[in-house]
């Protein structure tokens, strides 16, 4: 019951996606973006939020380039679980692990705000703790989150299951509505909304908690 | 040897960035202006024997993101 969670210069929610880890059960790992491997063990590798590189050159760009991203795409490929928020999905698509990429938001302006989100799909070890069709408060806090890929892959994405969640009020023109998507595997989920800032009373809000607890309930069970 | 490479969002992929230049040119008076798109320009300073398909390579690995950019590169 091992995570991992990984820290690039200008990560800011690096601690905040570990203490949702911890609370759930596991046992976390901090890891610098120049290590050039995972501990061992690990079953869940978080790319946390934030603005690695100070977004230079565009967000995530730098960060998929990074030296532990080899191990990050070694782990998925052999099934293992990871889990991008935010800049940590900006990161995964650059990296060519989740399809698509984050455009600028439609209005221009970054967005901080609690917005409702719709559990698309429970068939994930992500979801699996909502129901379908649930609508769920988790906050956004990002300029560059409005998701863009080409038709025929909105409609591969959506022909096999694989967005996670949707907007509610889409906030930032992404397509689709979609907030967060799965790998083919299912194993690898990239969302824009923050779970692990809803995972406490403390947070105002506890909806995202049910994420990380149904991940840590898999990972337990497997 | 130096080069150039222009890196701009494809067609079809919204640019509100360019967007919103378009309109403050129009705020501006600048009338006739019927659309912008923004992109960037990146310069190299390369060493002698670096090849043009090298720097297309730097831009397919990571000056440009090919979901979403196009790019030309130019020799100067």
């Known amino acids: 019951m091992r995570a991992a969670v990984v820290v690039f210069p200008g990560s800011n929610c690096d601690r905040d996606l570990a203490v949702a880890f911890k609370a759930a059960g596991l046992q976390v790992d901090m890891v610098w973006h120049k290590d050039s491997a995972l501990p061992q063990g690990v079953d869940i590798v978080g790319i946390p939020g ?38 940590g999905f900006q990161v995964l698509t650059e990296t060519g692990m989740l399809p698509g990429a984050l455009l ?15 559990v698309e799909t429970t068939q994930s070890v992500y979801t699996e703790g909502y129901d379908a069709g649930e609508v769920i408060n988790i906050p956004i806090a ?17 022909g096999e299951d ?12 992404a397509q689709a509505d979609i907030a967060g998507i799965l790998s083919e595997n299912r194993r690898v989920l990239g969302m824009m909304p923050h779970p692990e800032r809803a995972a406490d009373i403390g947070h105002g809000g506890t909806e995202g908690a049910a994420l990380f607890r149904a991940l840590a309930g898999a990972v337990a069970a497997a | 040897m130096k080069a150039r490479v222009h890196v701009m969002l494809k067609n079809g992929v919204l640019d509100p960035q360019g967007e ?27 060493e002698e024997g670096i090849s043009e398909a090298d720097v297309a390579q730097m831009c397919e690995k990571l000056l440009a993101n090919t979901v979403i950019e196009s790019y030309v590169v130019e020799i100067v």
């Open chain 1, 50 to 87: 934030g603005f690695s590189y100070g977004d230079y050159l565009r967000c995530g760009a730098i960060a998929a380039q990074s030296r532990i991203i080899g191990s990050v795409k070694t782990h998925a490929e052999r099934g293992g679980y990871v889990l991008g928020v935010c800049n």
């Open chain 1, 104 to 118: 600028r938001n439609a209005g221009l302006k970054y967005i901080c705000k609690t917005v409702g989100l719709k």
């Open chain 1, 142 to 158: 990002h300029h560059d989150g409005n998701y863009f890929a080409d038709n025929e892959t909105i409609a591969r994405l959506q």
């Open chain 1, 162 to 173: 694989r967005v996670a969640f949707r907007y509610t009020d889409n906030p930032n023109g």
């Open chain 2, 20 to 46: 919103a230049v378009r309109h403050a040119l129009g705020a501006l008076g600048f009338d006739g202006v019927k659309g912008v798109r923004q992109g960037k320009v990146i310069e190299l300073d390369l």
